[in-house]
């Protein structure tokens, strides 16, 4: 009998847009995370793409070499399972599928390009492994703040659920770049920033206003330059890499005025750090500002952390995967209150939904992963009927594929828009373009969850929840849908057998009730 390996070294590479970063850890069966080795190296990537759109050949060329120089660091640890994803800095470049083409190449690393969904999920997922002992998310108002070289991100839980998150393009280093050459030709360059920032966060205070912020989280690599700065003075508090709100605000008004080499020469800090500091303080600020807290908590996490949580969960198969399943769903029913849907209606398709899945599990094979997607289609499945009652099918895929949930990448979101899409009266067709671009898996994914859903609604087309108990019986090509109900069904009857014919086109088996 095979034994079952308890622990592995892996790897986490992430590329930046300021830095290249790589991680080696053993991880175990019970979840811990060894960090063994962190390795670092700056790259030009984000100021090629935040300037000019594009990465350069010459930076290419480095981030080749330098990738190439983690793998053979991954050839001395013997890796065989790693991650590597890439953020905004490649994401948004015109010529991303170059440099992620000759980055494979020449260093047989394959990058993944994740969006910002994906980049959220994997942050989110560090932070609930790793800061669960200070209770920063129970029956809390929490704010917690990502600022990245690219992009910040907003999220905002209340009670240990994530009710919505924000992301607006402006991260340090492309702050930086927007405002180039500026610095010496106005007198307060840091107010024109300031008020630049300002403008860009009227939605997050508008969701925000009403709420009385408890915690501040704020994280980001850049960020760890001010807690080291404010650390430096001598007046912070050093438990749990707290930083008191007085001891920010007082490092801020004297750094806002100061010139970059008067910085230098006080903090001795590097060039590259300097570039962004400005930037970052800025942006720190002015959320420190929106939450009002007398102090701000910087956890020591990083997306690369959250790579190597993920890779854990999914070699070991932990149950702890399950925690951000409640974040996802959580947003998914900001989404429904946002356009009206009735939720007592969609929650109760969706419990019907699930219980068709797991009761036919040995017919279809599909995972949890397919199981997340029916989940999340059935809550919103309704959502095109706030825009369009007459066509509420494409408004429907409108929404969904235009939402920033988290943990999926576009395929998936295409996948999820396409169920809702086709819980209607229309099927799946090869001339839709939503349907064309999945492959073939995801095409029968799509069809045999719409077919699914398609039954669910039809079960509680009157919205009275009428039927208490649902037991399914397979002989033969038959599939038989025992109901339990006190009330007259005939109208779901009716809808059922009418959605009949494309469960049983893409089942190979005949729904009767």
Same mark, same amino acid.
């Given at each position: 009998?095979?034994?079952?390996?308890?622990?592995?070294?892996?790897?986490?590479?992430?590329?930046?847009?300021?830095?290249?970063?790589?991680?080696?850890?053993?991880?175990?069966?019970?979840?811990?995370?060894?960090?063994?080795?962190?390795?670092?190296?700056?790259?030009?990537?984000g100021?090629?793409?935040?300037?000019?759109?594009?990465?350069?050949?010459?930076?290419?060329?480095?981030?080749?070499n330098d990738?190439?120089?983690?793998?053979?660091?991954?050839?001395?640890?013997?890796?065989?399972?790693?991650?590597?994803?890439?953020?905004?800095?490649?994401?948004?470049a015109e010529?991303?599928?170059?440099?992620?083409?000759?980055?494979?190449?020449?260093?047989?690393?394959?990058?993944?390009?994740?969006?910002?969904?994906?980049?959220?999920?994997?942050i989110?997922?560090?932070?609930k /492994?790793?800061?669960s002992?200070?209770?920063?998310f129970?029956?809390?108002?929490?704010?917690?703040?990502?600022?990245?070289?690219?992009?910040?991100?907003?999220?905002?839980?209340?009670?240990?659920?994530?009710?919505?998150?924000?992301?607006?393009q402006?991260?340090?280093?492309?702050?930086?770049?927007?405002?180039?050459?500026?610095?010496?030709?106005?007198?307060?360059?840091?107010?024109?920033?300031?008020?630049?920032?300002? !403008?860009?966060?009227?939605?997050?205070?508008?969701n925000?206003?009403?709420?009385?912020?408890?915690?501040?989280?704020?994280?980001?690599?850049?960020?760890?330059?001010?807690?080291?700065?404010?650390?430096?003075?001598?007046?912070?508090?050093?438990?749990?890499?707290?930083?008191?709100?007085?001891?920010?605000?007082?490092? /801020?008004n004297?750094?806002?005025?100061?010139?970059?080499?008067q910085?230098?020469?006080?903090y001795?800090?590097s060039?590259?750090?300097?570039?962004?500091?400005?930037?970052?303080?800025?942006?720190?600020?002015?959320?420190?500002?929106?939450?009002?807290?007398?102090?701000?908590?910087?956890?020591?996490?990083?997306?690369?952390?959250?790579?190597?949580?993920?890779? !854990?969960?999914?070699?070991?198969?932990l149950?702890?995967?399950?925690?951000?399943?409640?974040?996802?769903?959580?947003?998914?029913?900001?989404?429904?209150?946002?356009y009206?849907?009735?939720?007592?209606?969609s929650?109760?398709?969706?419990?019907?939904?699930?219980?068709?899945?797991?009761?036919?599990?040995?017919?279809?094979?599909?995972?949890?992963?397919?199981?997340?997607?029916?989940?999340?289609?059935?809550?919103?499945?309704?959502?095109?009927?706030?825009?369009?009652?007459?066509?509420?099918e494409?408004?429907?895929?409108?929404?969904?594929?235009?939402?920033?949930?988290?943990?999926?990448?576009y395929?998936?979101?295409?996948?999820?828009?396409?169920?809702?899409? /086709?819980?209607?009266?229309?099927?799946?067709?090869?001339?839709?373009?939503?349907?064309?671009?999945?492959?073939?898996?995801?095409?029968?994914?799509?069809?045999?969850?719409?077919?699914?859903?398609?039954?669910?609604?039809?079960?509680?087309? !009157?919205?009275?929840?009428?039927?208490?108990?649902?037991?399914?019986?397979k002989?033969?090509?038959?599939?038989?849908?025992?109901?339990? !109900?006190?009330?007259?069904?005939?109208?779901?009857?009716?809808?059922?057998?009418?959605?009949?014919?494309?469960?049983?086109?893409?089942?190979?088996?005949?729904?009767?009730?």
């Amino acid at each position: 009998m095979k034994s079952i390996k308890l622990s592995q070294t892996v790897a986490a590479i992430d590329a930046g847009s300021n830095y290249l970063r790589m991680s080696i850890a053993d991880i175990d069966h019970d979840g811990h995370i060894n960090v063994l080795e962190d390795l670092i190296k700056p790259t030009n990537i984000g100021r090629d793409t935040f300037s000019s759109g594009r990465i350069s050949v010459d930076t290419i060329h480095n981030t080749c070499n330098d990738i190439k120089g983690f793998t053979q660091v991954m050839k001395d640890y013997k890796i065989k399972n790693y991650k590597a994803v890439c953020t905004s800095g490649i994401r948004e470049a015109e010529n991303k599928q170059y440099i992620l083409e000759q980055i494979k190449l020449r260093t047989g690393i394959e990058i993944e390009d994740i969006n910002v969904s994906q980049e959220r999920f994997y942050i989110m997922k560090a932070l609930k /492994y790793n800061i669960s002992e200070f209770n920063f998310f129970d029956k809390k108002t929490t704010l917690v703040i990502n600022i990245t070289t690219g992009s910040v991100e907003a999220s905002i839980f209340e009670d240990n659920k994530l009710k919505f998150t924000e992301h607006i393009q402006i991260g340090s280093l492309r702050l930086k770049e927007t405002f180039t050459g500026l610095e010496n030709k106005i007198m307060n360059f840091s107010n024109l920033m300031k008020e630049y920032v300002e !403008s860009k966060l009227y939605w997050i205070k508008s969701n925000t206003k009403h709420l009385k912020i408890e915690n501040l989280i704020i994280i980001g690599g850049e960020v760890h330059t001010i807690v080291n700065l404010i650390n430096s003075r001598g007046n912070n508090s050093k438990m749990n890499n707290i930083i008191l709100g007085k001891d920010f605000k007082s490092l /801020y008004n004297e750094i806002k005025n100061m010139t970059e080499d008067q910085i230098t020469f006080k903090y001795k800090i590097s060039a590259i750090k300097m570039n962004l500091l400005l930037p970052t303080l800025i942006l720190f600020n002015c959320f420190y500002k929106m939450a009002n807290t007398e102090s701000i908590y910087n956890p020591n996490i990083t997306l690369r952390l959250g790579v190597l949580q993920d890779l !854990s969960d999914k070699i070991f198969n932990l149950p702890r995967k399950s925690k951000l399943i409640d974040d996802i769903l959580s947003s998914i029913d900001h989404i429904a209150d946002k356009y009206k849907i009735d939720k007592i209606h969609s929650n109760y398709v969706e419990k019907i939904a699930l219980s068709i899945f797991d009761q036919t599990l040995k017919i279809h094979k599909m995972g949890e992963s397919e199981r997340l997607y029916l989940q999340v289609s059935s809550r919103i499945h309704d959502v095109g009927q706030f825009i369009d009652a007459v066509d509420p099918e494409i408004q429907a895929y409108n929404i969904i594929i235009n939402q920033d949930i988290m943990g999926f990448s576009y395929r998936e979101l295409n996948i999820i828009a396409s169920i809702a899409k /086709y819980h209607w009266d229309i099927i799946p067709k090869e001339s839709d373009y939503n349907y064309s671009i999945l492959d073939s898996r995801d095409k029968m994914v799509t069809s045999m969850l719409s077919a699914i859903l398609k039954l669910s609604e039809a079960l509680d087309t !009157s919205h009275l929840q009428k039927i208490t108990d649902i037991k399914l019986t397979k002989n033969g090509d038959m599939l038989f849908f025992n109901t339990t !109900s006190e009330k007259d069904i005939s109208l779901e009857e009716w809808a059922f057998n009418s959605k009949a014919n494309f469960f049983q086109e893409v089942f190979g088996i005949k729904p009767t009730i």
